[in-house]
Nanobody, 123 residues
Framework: QVRLVESGGGSVQSGGSLRLSCTGS????????MSWFRQAPGKEREGVAA???????DYADSVKGRFTLSRDFAKNTMYLEMDNLKPADTAMYYC?????????????????WGPGTQVTVSS
């Protein structure tokens, strides 16, 4: 069974930075599409960023230029570097993985989800 575990969440002031990590275990193929979602209280879940096998990344407009997604295949780990954080970034962040490649929409409704890590940004 695929298992994903996030780490690195916390509380920072506006303008600060955090680095989230997601480590996967189980039968995760390097072909899997991996991505981050977030959900704030009272709001709908939204996709934040996705990374394909070839390293290509895609970001939500709200985080472009501030967030950087990377992936270490050898460690089965994905990283989300978040800079210039804003209070609007406050949410529970979830790591996801899907057997469908990102190029085929694997980031749309991922099959596997981690339990989440909380990010809180104060003004």
């Amino acid at each position: 069974q695929v298992r994903l575990v996030e780490s690195g969440g916390g509380s920072v002031q506006s303008g600060g930075s955090l680095r989230l990590s997601c480590t996967g275990s189980g039968p995760i193929s390097s072909e899997y599409c991996m991505s981050w979602f977030r959900q704030a209280p009272g709001k709908e879940r939204e996709g934040v960023a996705a990374i394909a096998t070839d390293g290509r990344t895609d970001y939500a407009d709200s985080v472009k230029g501030r967030f950087t997604l990377s992936r270490d295949f050898a460690k089965n780990t994905m990283y989300l570097e978040m800079d210039n954080l804003k209070p609007a970034d406050t949410a529970m962040y979830y790591c996801t993985a899907d057997p469908i490649p990102c190029s085929s929409g694997g980031y749309v409704n991922p099959k596997y989800w981690g339990p989440g890590t909380q990010v809180t940004v104060s003004s």
